[in-house]
């Protein structure tokens, strides 16, 4: 006898197709609530005109053509640092010019032109809550320098090492943009510093001395801050180990200075595969034509691209909002990856969100969205001990014998654990 005895069994085909209708239409009735709310997250694709309208008003400030809209040195160069220039781009309220005047001294700021035409005019717009210092970064009383003691966890120069076959290069601390909730705030500083070739060179002889490394991470700051010639060089190196099987990048021009991934730049990657990058899209509006574009040529390139989203107070804390952004990234060929809740940097912990939120939207994603659509919930365990997964209880209860599981739509089940019949394969 079946452990599944079929519902369906005895009845008629009219019967089944009625049940499968009635089915069909609870499954609707669970999403009407997002399709009426998708409309007032507008995408970039959305928001298109404003944006554009934004882009040209920028130019003319500047003078630019579009050659220097399209140049990243340009935007590199334009960056705004300044209320003077800031308040002659877009409308600011005194509040808004109060807290960066008073902020700037204890924080540095830049917001590439780029970035800044995707600013809405509403003091509480993503962009500008993730571009624009606040007055809550000088009242942060909890927030530390260095949470994950990376300090503590750098077995050679450049270099950060939790896991057993994978570490991290940090390879420069510029920015295209510096995110007010930044991680690695004490980096940032008041100079754009690269590694210099010889920290480079020791980073790269320990990875050879160390054969268990298999999977190399380039960050920063942002990894494409590197020059082409040094990020070839650097690949080359790598390729070069044979213990290293993936190289992966930690960047967030395609969101912040998509200009950045030229033909150039794609040339050389696709020299060097197989290259994964990560970048950090934290709302629908970040998801543009120009970003559309960038990871086009990235995915030509053959490069394989994921997300990792930070949840953040204010900005994406909404089912919602987490679920049109990661169909969005979708729509581009960007696989969200990660959410990370974030972590307690000093002068950033008006961010933080309850870890409730974060299992929310978990609980919003499964089984409503794609399963590519869905990322997971990290949270870093203090002191570098690693990215820890959340997830909503799944497994209610379990013996030997069964498991009692909930689904996504939180309907109970005792389901066999029947392959305790069966021998284990391997030593
Ligand atoms: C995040 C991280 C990695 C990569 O972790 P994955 O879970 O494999 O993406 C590797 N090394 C360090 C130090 C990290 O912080």
Redesign the pocket.
């Known amino acids: 006898m079946s452990i599944y005895p079929s519902k369906g069994r005895l009845m008629s085909r009219e019967t089944k197709r009625e049940i499968a209708l009635q089915r069909a239409a609870e499954l609707k009735a669970r999403i009407v609530d997002y399709l009426d709310a998708r409309a007032s997250i507008p995408s970039g694709f959305e928001a298109a005109d404003e944006i554009e309208a934004n882009r040209r008003r920028i130019m003319a400030y500047f003078g630019a053509t579009e050659d220097d809209w399209q140049d990243w040195r340009w935007q590199l160069k334009n960056r705004v640092t300044s209320v003077a220039v800031l308040e002659e781009l877009i409308p600011l309220t005194a509040a808004e010019k109060e807290a960066i005047l008073r902020v700037e001294r204890t924080y540095r700021w830049a917001v590439s032109p780029y970035y800044l035409s995707l600013m809405g005019n509403d003091p509480e717009c993503p962009i500008r809550r993730q571009a624009l210092p606040g007055a809550a970064e000088l009242e942060d009383e909890v927030g530390v320098l260095d949470p994950?003691d990376?300090e503590l966890?750098s077995p050679a120069p450049a270099i950060?090492?939790?896991?057993p076959d994978?570490?991290?290069i940090n390879v420069t601390n510029q920015c295209a943009m510096y995110c007010r909730h930044c991680q690695r705030r004490r980096n940032i500083g008041e100079v754009d510093r690269s590694r210099s070739r010889r920290e480079l060179e020791q980073a790269i002889e320990y990875i050879r001395r160390n054969e268990e490394i298999r999977?190399v991470?380039i960050t920063g700051g942002d990894a494409l801050m590197l020059s082409d010639a040094t990020l070839d060089w650097l690949l080359t190196e790598l390729d070069n180990i044979p213990h290293v099987e993936i190289k992966?990048l930690g960047t967030r021009v395609p969101v912040t200075l998509p200009q950045r991934i030229t033909p150039e730049l794609c040339r050389i990657l696709a020299k060097h595969p197989p290259i994964y990058l990560?970048t950090q899209f934290n709302h629908p509006r970040e998801v543009t034509p120009a970003a559309k574009a960038a990871c086009d040529r990235l995915v030509q390139a053959g490069v394989v691209l994921g997300n990792?989203a930070v949840l953040l107070n204010g900005i994406n804390n909404h089912p919602f909002i987490m679920k049109k952004l990661n169909q969005e990234l979708l729509k581009i060929r960007v696989r969200p990856?990660?959410i990370f809740h974030a972590k307690p940097v000093k002068g950033t912990t008006h961010f933080i969100t309850t870890i409730e939120e974060g299992v929310e939207i978990m609980e919003h994603l499964r089984g409503y969205t794609s399963g590519l659509a869905v990322p997971t919930y990290?949270i870093?365990a203090p002191h570098?001990l690693?990215?820890t997964p959340i997830l909503p209880q799944y497994v209610l209860a379990r013996n030997e014998d069964h498991v009692v599981l909930r689904t996504w739509e939180k309907r109970t089940i005792l389901y066999p654990n029947l392959g305790r019949r069966n021998k284990r394969a391997g030593a």
Request: net charge positive; aromatic share 14%.
């Open positions: 994950m990376e966890t950060t090492r939790r896991y994978r570490l991290i999977d991470l992966r990560n990792q990856y990660y990290i870093n570098g690693g990215k």
